[in-house]
């Protein structure tokens, strides 16, 4: 047991944030920084991940995590990993947002490509680096939709809902294999640039299901994060945790 001074401390970790440059993964980014770890800010854009590694003492890696050749690149670039924070997402593909039967296949592709595909491949870089030294911590950002499914959302719903699923089969394939532990976080409507893609109509509907009748604010989820990379988070793996307001307790 750490003593209260140590709790949840990451000094000596090296942490990679998906999407790292804004919203809730700049607030993650910052969050890790803060309790002693070594950042890698991956952010498509570059500005973002430049302005926010530069505030923190992290390092900038700039790549589009659906292809392979940019993820060698970028973990290649910050070396072992300790903790893996797949933040990276998105709603809707030019703001697409319509029933299944209006949709065409681009708008799955892209939706799908990068919250699932794009945070598969992510993991598959690190594992084997975690399963040799026998520790890792992967924390994967879902959503409420991934469990209700919202209408108008069917990429989205569906992607998150296979983020929180592969979470389980992931963390069922590493027993053994050390103290490397994955869990997900279910955020619902949080307060970051990614409500831009959503129409008023949406957000409305979004924040009429929760409880505490509020948005949720970025540094809230980085806070449940942070235990989750850290090492007291040991004998919990392949859960989903709820941070929506009261919108779902399961």
Same mark, same amino acid.
């Given at each position: !047991?750490?003593?209260?001074?140590?709790?949840?401390?990451?000094? $000596?970790k090296v942490a990679v944030v998906t999407g790292g440059g804004q919203?809730?993964?700049?607030?993650?980014?910052?969050?890790?920084?803060?309790?002693?770890?070594?950042?890698?800010?991956?952010d498509l854009s570059a500005e973002n991940a430049n302005r926010v590694?530069?505030?923190?003492?992290?390092?900038?890696?700039?790549?589009?995590?659906?292809?392979?050749?940019?993820?060698?690149?970028?973990?290649?670039?910050?070396?072992?990993?300790?903790?893996?924070?797949?933040?990276? &997402?998105?709603?809707?593909? *030019? $703001?697409?947002?319509?029933?299944?039967?209006?949709?065409?296949?681009?708008?799955?592709?892209?939706?799908?490509?990068?919250?699932?595909?794009?945070?598969?491949?992510?993991? *598959?870089?690190?594992?084997?680096?975690?399963?040799?030294?026998?520790?890792?911590?992967?924390?994967?950002?879902?959503?409420?939709? &991934? +469990?209700?499914?919202?209408?108008? !959302?069917?990429?989205?719903?569906?992607? +998150?809902?296979?983020?929180?699923?592969?979470?389980?089969?992931?963390?069922?394939?590493?027993? &053994? *294999?050390?103290?490397?532990?994955?869990?997900?976080?279910?955020?619902?409507?949080?307060?970051?640039?990614?409500?831009?893609?959503?129409?008023?109509?949406?957000?409305?509907? !979004?924040?009429?299901?929760?409880?505490?009748?509020?948005?949720?604010?970025?540094?809230?989820?980085?806070a449940l994060v942070h235990f989750l990379a850290s090492d007291e988070?040991?004998?919990?793996?392949?859960?989903?945790?709820?941070?929506?307001?009261?919108?779902?307790?399961?």
């Amino acid at each position: !047991m750490a003593d209260g001074d140590t709790f949840f401390r990451l000094d $000596g970790k090296v942490a990679v944030v998906t999407g790292g440059g804004q919203g809730i993964g700049e607030a993650i980014s910052r969050r890790l920084a803060a309790a002693g770890a070594k950042v890698g800010v991956f952010d498509l854009s570059a500005e973002n991940a430049n302005r926010v590694a530069s505030e923190i003492g992290g390092v900038p890696l700039v790549g589009d995590l659906t292809k392979e050749a940019d993820l060698d690149r970028v973990f290649a670039q910050i070396g072992k990993v300790d903790i893996l924070v797949n933040n990276a &997402g998105v709603a809707s593909r *030019k $703001g697409r947002d319509l029933p299944i039967w209006d949709l065409v296949r681009e708008d799955w592709e892209f939706v799908l490509g990068i919250n699932v595909t794009g945070l598969a491949l992510c993991c *598959k870089a690190v594992l084997p680096g975690m399963i040799e030294r026998r520790y890792g911590r992967i924390v994967n950002i879902a959503s409420i939709a &991934g +469990k209700e499914g919202n209408p108008k !959302m069917g990429p989205y719903s569906a992607s +998150k809902a296979a983020v929180i699923c592969l979470t389980k089969s992931l963390s069922k394939e590493l027993v &053994g *294999k050390g103290d490397i532990c994955v869990n997900s976080v279910s955020p619902a409507v949080i307060q970051t640039p990614i409500l831009d893609q959503l129409n008023e109509e949406q957000v409305n509907m !979004m924040l009429s299901k929760i409880p505490l009748a509020r948005t949720g604010k970025p540094d809230e989820v980085a806070a449940l994060v942070h235990f989750l990379a850290s090492d007291e988070c040991s004998f919990t793996t392949g859960f989903c945790f709820d941070i929506s307001g009261g919108r779902a307790t399961y």
